[in-house]
Structure formats: C-alpha cells, structure tokens
C-alpha cells in the first residue's frame, strides 16, 4: 500500500526559506503512470495546490506561488521535495503531500495523500 | 483566477441525501474530484472523473455532472460522514484548483 510522509522544520522564520521532504513507500516514485503533488491548508481555511512535479522533473506550479516556488525529485531515495522562500505569516499551513492520478496531462486527483505537517512562521 | 463555488455548509438529518454542489465555468470541459476531510484529518478521494468512485468508498456517495455544475450526492446520510468536502479540478490551463469547501453538518 502507498504511503507518504512529509517531513521538515515546523517553525521557519519569516523571509526564509522553506524547505519539506516527502518520502514515499509502498511503491515507486518513478513509476510513469504518476505525478506527484503539494497542496498545502492555512489553519481553519481550505486547501491550495501548491505544485506537482513528474519523475522525469517536469514541474507545475501554481501562478500565484511560482515566484517563490521549487519542487524537485530525488528518485534514488524515492522522494521529493518543497521549498518556498521569502516566507510570510501567510504561509502558515499544513502542508501535504499527495499522488497525483493524472487524468489530462499533469491535471487530475490526489489520492493517497501524506498525514500532513504543520508548518509556522515566526519569528 | 479560475473558481470553483461550493455553498459553505449544508445539514441534514441522518438518512437523507445530502446535496453538494460545486460551480466553476470550466467543468464542462474539466473532471471534477470530490474530497472528504475529517478535523485533524488528511482529505480522502470519495470520487473522481465527475462519478467514479473508488474502491473502499461506500457505495452512498456519488458524483454527477451538469454543464458548469457537478454535485457530491450522499444518500442516506450517516453521522461518520459528517466532514468537510472539498471539490477539485483544473482551469484551461491546466493549473489545478480546489473549491473553497463545504461543511456537512448532520443534525
């Protein structure tokens, strides 16, 4: 069975740098049949996509964060990886990790998704 | 930016159908996908490509599919499927979105 864990800091301070892990299990990050994806959930409000990325390293962002935006893949340690800088109070969320189905192009739905890790910034 | 629309709350009464719809002027041409999130929970698929339900996703919960509308319909509601439902598709570009959810309240 697939499984997802998001790993990193959950304090980060303003203007910095934010920097996430997500480790799969239970099957291949490689595999061509996926993408992968980071969908993120201020607390109390609804969830953001964030980006997806392929194996191969195509990535797709999300306009409203692509400036400050980095996905990237490790496939010999079956992960990939976030990071957002120039962080704000506003970036505060939980922040997922999640299997993307595709259904057209890199489009389509997240299923199984990571357990989710809060990450706060402050000073 | 491209939006989806989905009331913000919807009760019922256990055994009814609850209805929940999501709006967005690109859905005609782009799936939709329906997401359960429970507090403290991670959202779970309960269905994809408009009416696709996945394995282990009870057979009550449904998606259908009306021009620039798609509805999450749950038949005989249960208290457990008390949650927050999320909709989710694309823009013409192909950049994702997610609706700004509804919380189902079973009264």
């Known amino acids: 069975q697939l499984q997802l864990q998001e790993s990193g800091p959950g304090l980060v301070k303003p203007s910095e740098t934010l920097s996430l892990t997500c480790t799969v299990s239970?099957?291949?990050?490689?595999?061509?049949?996926?993408?992968w994806g980071w969908i993120r959930q201020p607390p109390g409000k609804g969830l953001e996509w964030i980006g997806s990325?392929?194996?191969?390293?195509?990535?797709y962002y999300n306009p409203s964060l692509k400036s400050r935006v980095t996905i990237s893949v490790d496939t010999s340690k079956n992960q990939f990886s976030l990071k957002l800088s120039s962080v704000t109070a506003a970036d505060t969320a939980v922040y997922y990790c999640?299997?993307?189905?595709?259904?057209?192009?890199?489009?389509?739905?997240?299923?199984?998704w990571g357990q989710g890790t809060l990450v706060t910034v402050s000073s | 930016s491209y939006e989806l629309t989905q009331p913000p709350s919807v009760s019922v009464s256990p055994g009814q159908t609850a209805r929940i719809t999501c709006s967005g002027d690109?859905?005609?041409?782009?799936?939709a996908y329906w997401y359960q999130q429970k507090p403290g929970q991670a959202p779970v698929l309960v269905i994809y490509?408009?009416?696709e339900r996945p394995s282990g996703i009870p057979e009550r919960f449904s998606g259908s599919s009306s021009g620039t509308t798609v509805t999450l319909t749950i038949s005989g509601v249960q208290a457990e499927d008390e949650a927050d439902y999320y909709c989710?598709?694309?823009?013409?570009?192909?950049?994702?979105?997610f609706g700004g959810g509804t919380k189902l309240t079973v009264l």
């Open positions: 999640a299997r993307l189905v595709p259904g057209v192009a890199a489009t389509g739905w997240f299923d199984p």
């Open positions: 239970g099957g291949s990050i490689s595999s061509s049949s996926y993408y």
């Open positions: 690109a859905l005609p041409k782009q799936y």
């Open positions: 990325i392929y194996y191969s390293g195509s990535t």
């Open positions: 989710q598709s694309a823009d013409s570009s192909g950049t994702v979105v």
């Open positions: 490509k408009d009416s």
